[in-house]
């Protein structure tokens, strides 16, 4: 069975009404993005940080997985399918995918500030000052923040390189490291871009679909 990669990014999530950092013209309120979602902004206003994340998480339960994402599920029956995504959404895990890597995060988990693996799921929206982690230290949003590592790219990386076809969708392919990961794949692995602008991404041998994700998508599962 082909090994089938998936890497995607906040476009894919945009059609279901999950505002991008893009969307929000680099703002949130009169703040600015770096400003509620780096550890500096933690350690500076921690109620402002948690006050940007519930809100994010509220529209999350909102929302509902997009004609894409269900594409993407019907793969699973002829490939060996991964997702790697830069998503901190679960809308790949709802529409039914079942190998889902996500690069930042995931916004429906919370860790302990102290031990980034103690790591809890949230089955509702808010976080609040005082709620602890089993260590007794303050949880906070399971997120990689603006100076953070990306510790996943490493276990991304191989993924990647052992894929037969590869397909890139609602990326601009300008965020590093997760940019970067196209570069670690075979010679002879079949690349697919799918976003409205694809065009304006020139790469070796890559197939360039100009659509947004859904509408994409679904053209290029049932092709393949």
């Not at 703040?31 to 979602?37: H, L, M, Q, S, T």
């Not at 997760?178 to 991404?201: E, M, T, W």
Request: net charge negative; proline share 4%.
């Amino acid at each position: 069975m082909k090994k089938l990669i998936i890497l995607s990014g906040a476009g894919m999530s945009a059609e279901s009404g999950i505002l991008t950092f893009r969307d929000m013209g680099g703002l949130w309120e009169q703040y600015n993005i770096e400003e509620v979602a780096s550890p500096i902004a933690w350690q500076r206003d921690p109620q402002l940080v948690l006050d940007f994340y519930n809100q994010r998480r509220k529209q999350l339960m909102e929302v509902e997985p997009n004609e894409g994402h269900l594409a993407l599920v019907k793969l699973e029956h002829k490939y060996d399918v991964q997702i790697i995504t830069q998503n901190v959404d679960n809308l790949h895990e709802r529409a039914g995918s079942s190998t889902v890597l996500h690069l930042h995060g995931e916004l429906m988990k919370v860790r302990s500030e102290n031990n980034e693996s103690l790591v809890h799921e949230m089955d509702h929206w808010e976080l609040m000052l005082g709620d602890k982690a089993d260590d007794g230290h303050q949880l906070r949003p399971h997120i990689v923040w603006f100076g953070e590592a990306v510790p996943m790219i490493e276990v991304a990386i191989p993924l990647v390189q052992e894929a037969d076809i590869i397909i890139i969708v609602g990326t601009s392919m300008q965020v590093y490291p997760a940019a970067s990961l196209i570069s670690y794949s075979k010679p002879d692995a079949q690349l697919y871009y799918i976003d409205p602008n694809a065009d304006a991404f020139n790469y070796p041998n890559l197939k360039c679909i100009n659509q947004k994700a859904s509408k994409g998508l679904t053209e290029l599962v049932k092709m393949l």
